[in-house]
Each structure stands twice: as structure tokens, then as C-alpha cells.
């Protein structure tokens, strides 16, 4: 028998972020969006939630409770607050849970007790190109073994606070297959372009970096010389970001429909109206169902299955879902949807991202 309850600890951790983002992110993040940058108080108290330090092992530093299960439903509740301050308080997941999945012991303990500090580690990861039809199982960027070093060479683009970064990890194309490299930032053959000018999440500074023969240490090759199981890594990023997608669209749905109750028009709130009616239930299916892909992609995770085809189906569907549940809550204030000082424009915006956001997040 299923049952999709959420134990007692689960509850409470969702009461927290839900808290966290009606008090806190919900009265920044249009000030955000308008200074392209989030305010570091605000993304200091999501750290202090402890989401990350809780899912470390025990012999770094951590609580040793990892779930990803419980990693979705922080991250819808995030994200209904804001995508951008959502991604940011994520960002140290980008490195510290490909460590846990593919890292040697020595990578692990060299970093892992770093995500465990009062302040989160700066860090950040390198995955998406500026190519069309990006491909992440056919990266342009190149990785050479050279005697006891790796050459890289490449471009990124998307790569969230690269400019104040200490390590990035950066996946490129060895013999054919993905892999990740710890890059120190500093090193020669890196560059920090122009920061990225996006439609959405623009309160999340992302950058493209260049790659000109950067020679790493071997020993920097996530996973050793076995190397990482990339598909596995995208898997849990592409669980993370459909559970974002949820947040946003519950966001946009919620917004519409309490507006259409207060909205009246000819004598009586416009949610009695069978067009709105109908379109709001809509809505509501859609992200119930969205949900239920999400959390399933999930389970399947953190019982140690292989959910590729499961996460393939939930990621294609979840990024047409977002935005057709954002552009009909744009559609539900009318005019006033169009307008900046209504939030449903900016979640149509992000929305649209999400196609393009493999590996922004990651649980």
C-alpha cells in the first residue's frame, strides 16, 4: 500500500522552509531581481537550516541522513518562495553531493567537512555550454590525461557565482564520457568572463568561464581514475530542479487562484467565472501530478534503482508544465499580469528556464 504522508521530521522540515520563505524570501526577492543580487542575510539563514550538513556523513562532520526524498521537498518549498534564492542556497549541493555519490575517500575528506561550517563553502559547478541543443553526454569541453595531470579546454556558461568561487567543478568530455574535475579557481587558463545577462533569475549572478589548457592534478578527477557515474549525478540534479519547477508553478497557481477569489468584475469575483474555474483546476491537477512524478523519481533514488527512463519522463514533462501553469497564471490577472509589480511575470520568466537549467541544482 502507498502512502504519501510525510513523517513527523518531514513535516516539520517543510513548516520550517515554508516559514522561511513567506517571512524572509517573499519580501526580497523583487528587490532581488531588480539588484541581481539576493541579500547575503537571507541566503545565510537558508544555510542555516542545516539541509546539506544533514545529508553529509557523520565521519565529515554531518548528520549522515541523506535522502533525496527529503532534498524535494526542500527544494519545492524553496523555490515557491523564489527560484533564484531557491538555486543559491542549493549552490554548495552542486559539489558536495556528486562527493558523496562518486568522490574517493580522500577527495571526501579533503572537502566534505567543509560543507559542514557555520558559513557555506564557495563553491560552484560547470556543466551547461553555449551551444545549441546542448548535449550533457557529449560536452565540447575536453579533458587529456597528460602523465599525472588532465588538460582541459572549453567553455561554460550558466555558472553560478563562478566570479567569487574558490572550486568549480567542471564536467568535460574524457575518451567520450563525463566527467568531473575539481578546478581551483586562480589557476592559469582560467577565465571569468562577463557575467551572464538571463530573462530570469536574474538575482543569481551566473558567468561564463573559459578553459585554455588548464592543467589539473589527476588526483582531481571525481572518482579517482575510475571516474564518476555522471548519469547518476545528472539523475539527482535533474530530481532537483523538477521539484524547483513544482515550487514555481504551486507559486503561480496559488497566486492566481487567491486572486480570482478577491478579483470582482459585473457584481462577484471573477473565480466564479467557468473559464477561470476551470482553467484554476487545471492548474491545480497539473502540479499535484507534477508532484507525484517528482517525489516517485525520487523514492526510486534513494532506494538505489536505476531511474533514468522515470526522471527522463518526469524532466521532460515538468519543464512543459511549469511554464503552461505560469503563462495561465499571467493569463488570470489579465492585464495586470504583464505588469512587473504583479509576481507572475517573473515566474513565467523563470519558468522558461528550466528547460535550460541542467545542472543549476542538485539534491
Known amino acids: 500500500m502507498l502512502d504519501f504522508r510525510l513523517d513527523e521530521e518531514q513535516q516539520m522540515l517543510v513548516d520550517a522552509i515554508s516559514r522561511f520563505a513567506k517571512e524572509r524570501v517573499r519580501k526580497v526577492y523583487r528587490d532581488a531581481e531588480e539588484d541581481g543580487a539576493i541579500p547575503a542575510e537571507v541566503v545565510q539563514s537558508g544555510w542555516e537550516m542545516g539541509m546539506l550538513p544533514t545529508a553529509i556523513p557523520e565521519a565529515y562532520g ?3 541522513e541523506y535522502s533525496a526524498v527529503t532534498g ?9 518562495g523564489d527560484l533564484a534564492v531557491s538555486l543559491q542556497i542549493m549552490l554548495p549541493n552542486l559539489v558536495a553531493i556528486p562527493l558523496m555519490l562518486a568522490g574517493t575517500d580522500a577527495q571526501k575528506e579533503a572537502y566534505l567537512p567543509g560543507f559542514c561550517d557555520e558559513r557555506p563553502p564557495r563553491m560552484t559547478a560547470a556543466l551547461t555550454e553555449p551551444v ?12 587529456v590525461a597528460d602523465s ?5 579546454n572549453g567553455t561554460k556558461t550558466y555558472v553560478p557565482l563562478a566570479g567569487d568561487a574558490d572550486l568549480i567543478l567542471v ?6 564520457q563525463t566527467q568531473g574535475f575539481l578546478v581551483p579557481a586562480g589557476i592559469d587558463g582560467l577565465t571569468i568572463a562577463a557575467q551572464d545577462k538571463l530573462m530570469g533569475v536574474r538575482a543569481l549572478p551566473t558567468y561564463t568561464v573559459k578553459l585554455e589548457n588548464i592543467h589539473v592534478p589527476a588526483e582531481n578527477k571525481l572518482g ?20 524547483a519547477a513544482v515550487g514555481v508553478a504551486r507559486a ?12 470582482v468584475q459585473f457584481g462577484e469575483p471573477i473565480a466564479h467565472r467557468q473559464s477561470i474555474a476551470f482553467m484554476l483546476a487545471d492548474m491545480a491537477t497539473d502540479v499535484d501530478s507534477a508532484r507525484l512524478l517528482v517525489w516517485e523519481a525520487a523514492w526510486l533514488l534513494d532506494k538505489g534503482k536505476d531511474a533514468t527512463r522515470e526522471i527522463t519522463v518526469m524532466k521532460q514533462y515538468v519543464d512543459q508544465l511549469v511554464v503552461n501553469v505560469a503563462d495561465r497564471a499571467v493569463q488570470a490577472l489579465g492585464g495586470y499580469g504583464y505588469i512587473r509589480e504583479y509576481p507572475v511575470e517573473l515566474w513565467l520568466r523563470n519558468a ?5 537549467f541542467d545542472g543549476l541544482a542538485i539534491v
Open 148 to 152: 599525472d595531470n588532465y588538460i582541459l
Open 72 to 80: 524535494v521537498l526542500a527544494a519545492e518549498e524553496f523555490a515557491w
Open 62 to 64: 554531518g548528520f549522515g
Open 352 to 356: 522558461r528556464g528550466f528547460a535550460t
Open 171 to 176: 564536467y568535460a568530455n574524457e575518451a567520450g
Open 224 to 243: 579517482g581514475v575510475e571516474g564518476c557515474n555522471f548519469q547518476l549525478i545528472l539523475n539527482h540534479s535533474r530530481v532537483a530542479l523538477g521539484a
Open 252 to 263: 503561480g497557481y496559488e497566486y492566481a487562484r487567491e486572486y480570482a477569489k478577491q478579483r
Open 132 to 143: 545549441v541543443q546542448f548535449d550533457p553526454y557529449k560536452l565540447g569541453t575536453t579533458a
